[in-house]
């Protein structure tokens, strides 16, 4: 007889144990281990493969924030606390004049500005208070305290070699360029040695017993007044010790101070004509490199483009020099603040 249909089902193999090549039954001890092993390595995998994930963000991050602009993330330099940045804030302390909201605005604009500029480079700032103070009974002093100021400074700061001075109505308009690459790196090709190159004083040229070959130790420029003090570099030395000591000598001070209508300027100007060991160490550089002024500055010489920031050709830094006599301090320094951020928004994201 034949078997039944249940019957011969019944002992039909399972599709499971037809395809089962490991030689056990689909419940063998070996078959329910294997079925167990088979994902052990697989959260390992998965370990690795999201750790090289993140390795791969961080390392992008971190090219990012070494060599671009991007906002949003901290950006590192292997910046240099060789240099010292001086700022001076609180100018008149609201002696002369009340010092209101626009003022302020103006102070904290240019303290931001510095500090910004300070911590993307690995500078030291130092923000100093100028106020006015009465030495005299005719006369306040001010702008005189610059001397006392670095010489403070550099005590501060006892490793640092090279100080740069800021007045406060000034603004660093491409804060992604550093000291070394725009001056230092190349110091005696960026400067000249002798006023021949713009000499608004008729300084004379040669005078005797001048040494040229010694180390620059003072970096200033000139503008249609002079020497301009509200952006030059000074450097740590010997020669600048003597320097800030006969620059504010009390005997040679109260000789000459009510005849010097720009007191610590010309104090200076008179220093280089006549002596030849000051001449040796001073460095001229062209006033649009660390100083350029805006319209309505320099009148006497308002068609020469030497003086004057130039948009096309990014200068570094703007000095609002005078803003305070007849023009706007506060609208100056928000039309450039505004002009650098927009100067600085027009490049690609990443760069």
Same mark, same amino acid.
């Given at each position: 007889?034949?078997?039944?249909?249940?019957?011969?089902?019944? /002992?039909?193999?399972?599709?499971?144990?037809?395809?089962?090549?490991?030689? *056990?039954?689909?419940?063998? $001890?070996?078959?329910?281990?294997?079925?167990?092993?088979?994902?052990?390595? /697989?959260?390992?995998?998965?370990?690795?493969?999201?750790?090289?994930?993140?390795?791969?963000?961080?390392?992008?991050?971190?090219?990012?924030?070494?060599?671009?602009?991007?906002?949003?993330?901290?950006?590192?330099?292997?910046?240099?606390?060789?240099?010292?940045?001086?700022?001076?804030?609180?100018?008149?302390?609201?002696?002369?004049? =009340?010092?209101?909201?626009?003022?302020? *605005?103006?102070?904290? !604009?240019?303290?931001?500005?510095?500090?910004?500029?300070?911590?993307?480079?690995?500078?030291?700032?130092?923000?100093?208070?100028?106020?006015?103070?009465?030495?005299?009974?005719?006369?306040?002093?001010?702008?005189?305290?610059?001397?006392?100021?670095?010489?403070?400074?550099?005590?501060?700061?006892?490793?640092?070699? =090279?100080?740069?001075?800021?007045?406060?109505?000034?603004?660093?308009?491409?804060?992604?360029? !550093?000291?070394?690459?725009?001056?230092?790196?190349?110091?005696?090709?960026?400067?000249?040695? +002798?006023?021949?190159?713009?000499?608004?004083?008729?300084?004379?040229?040669?005078?005797?017993?001048?040494?040229?070959?010694? $180390?620059? +130790?003072?970096?200033? !420029?000139? +503008?249609? #007044?002079?020497?301009?003090? #509200?952006?030059?570099?000074?450097?740590?030395? &010997? =020669?600048?010790?003597?320097?800030?000591?006969?620059?504010?000598?009390?005997?040679?001070?109260?000789?000459?101070?009510?005849?010097?209508?720009?007191?610590?300027?010309?104090?200076?100007?008179?220093?280089? /004509?006549?002596?030849?060991?000051?001449?040796?160490?001073?460095?001229?550089? $062209?006033?649009?490199?660390?100083?350029?002024?805006?319209?309505?500055?320099?009148?006497?010489?308002?068609?020469?483009?030497?003086?004057?920031?130039?948009?096309?050709?990014?200068?570094?830094?703007?000095?609002?020099?005078?803003?305070?006599?007849?023009?706007?301090? =506060?609208? &100056?320094?928000?039309?450039?603040?505004?002009?650098?951020?927009?100067?600085?928004?027009?490049?690609?994201?990443?760069?």
């Amino acid at each position: 007889m034949f078997k039944s249909e249940k019957g011969w089902k019944s /002992r039909r193999p399972s599709s499971t144990s037809f395809w089962n090549f490991s030689g *056990s039954s689909p419940m063998s $001890p070996a078959s329910s281990h294997n079925r167990v092993a088979a994902p052990a390595y /697989r959260p390992l995998l998965n370990f690795l493969l999201r750790r090289k994930i993140l390795i791969v963000i961080f390392i992008f991050i971190l090219l990012l924030s070494l060599f671009t602009a991007v906002p949003f993330l901290p950006h590192f330099s292997f910046g240099s606390a060789n240099y010292v940045i001086i700022l001076a804030a609180n100018e008149g302390g609201g002696v002369m004049q =009340w010092k209101g909201a626009r003022e302020w *605005s103006v102070e904290r !604009s240019s303290i931001a500005n510095k500090k910004q500029y300070a911590e993307r480079h690995g500078y030291n700032l130092a923000i100093k208070d100028v106020s006015a103070k009465k030495r005299y009974a005719h006369e306040w002093r001010e702008s005189w305290e610059k001397v006392d100021i670095i010489k403070e400074t550099m005590r501060q700061f006892p490793n640092a070699e =090279w100080f740069w001075w800021l007045d406060l109505h000034t603004y660093i308009m491409e804060p992604q360029i !550093s000291l070394d690459s725009h001056i230092f790196r190349n110091l005696y090709n960026e400067t000249y040695r +002798d006023a021949s190159y713009f000499n608004p004083l008729s300084i004379p040229i040669e005078i005797p017993y001048v040494d040229y070959n010694q $180390p620059i +130790d003072l970096v200033i !420029s000139q +503008d249609c #007044g002079g020497f301009n003090l #509200g952006s030059f570099f000074i450097r740590r030395s &010997e =020669w600048t010790e003597k320097l800030l000591d006969i620059w504010w000598d009390p005997v040679f001070y109260e000789q000459k101070h009510m005849d010097w209508e720009h007191k610590e300027q010309d104090a200076l100007e008179t220093l280089y /004509r006549n002596q030849a060991w000051i001449r040796g160490r001073v460095g001229f550089i $062209p006033l649009r490199k660390m100083n350029s002024f805006p319209p309505g500055a320099c009148s006497d010489m308002a068609d020469d483009s030497r003086l004057f920031y130039n948009e096309k050709e990014r200068d570094f830094v703007v000095n609002m020099a005078g803003c305070e006599w007849g023009r706007d301090c =506060w609208g &100056e320094m928000e039309h450039y603040k505004a002009l650098s951020k927009k100067l600085h928004q027009k490049k690609f994201w990443f760069f």
